[in-house]
């Protein structure tokens, strides 16, 4: 009996010493992880028309006669889809591009309510941006 106490005895003393298996180890709550990214954003909604109309200036330069007064289909079914398309209110700009040059071209409502149709067109070289004549533009970029 002797022999069982101190049995007894001298496991309780080594228990103290023995380490608990990590996976048994308590830890602290976890917090859950929250995102620093900002939540997405709303698609950006063109400005409303306003209530007054201010009648375009329309572009008259030779060579631009099949470009001036079209609308964004038609300029499309012309140079292909636009590389970039920007809209403003009621107005908006198509942007053309290729080797030779990138062709900007505006296009506002020609009355109140209208569609907006191109009144405006500048071109300009890819390379560094210098202005090149607009309708050799037109017609390199033309399908």
Request: glycine share 8%.
């Amino acid at each position: 009996m002797r022999s069982l106490l101190g049995l007894v005895a001298l496991s309780a003393s080594l228990s103290a010493c023995v380490s608990v298996p990590a996976s048994y180890e308590t830890r602290p709550a976890e917090r859950p992880v929250t995102s620093t990214r900002p939540p997405p954003q709303q698609p950006v909604q063109p400005a409303p028309s306003s209530r007054g109309f201010i009648a375009p200036k329309v572009m008259d330069q030779p060579g631009l006669e099949g470009v001036i007064g079209r609308d964004a289909t038609a300029l499309a079914n012309m140079f292909g889809a636009p590389r970039l398309e920007v809209k403003e209110g009621d107005a908006m700009k198509l942007q053309f591009s290729g080797a030779p040059c990138v062709l900007d071209i505006y296009l506002y409502p020609l009355r109140p309510g209208g569609q907006p149709s191109a009144t405006h067109v500048e071109a300009r070289r890819a390379s560094d941006g210098e202005d090149v004549d607009r309708a050799a533009c037109v017609r390199a970029l033309r399908r």
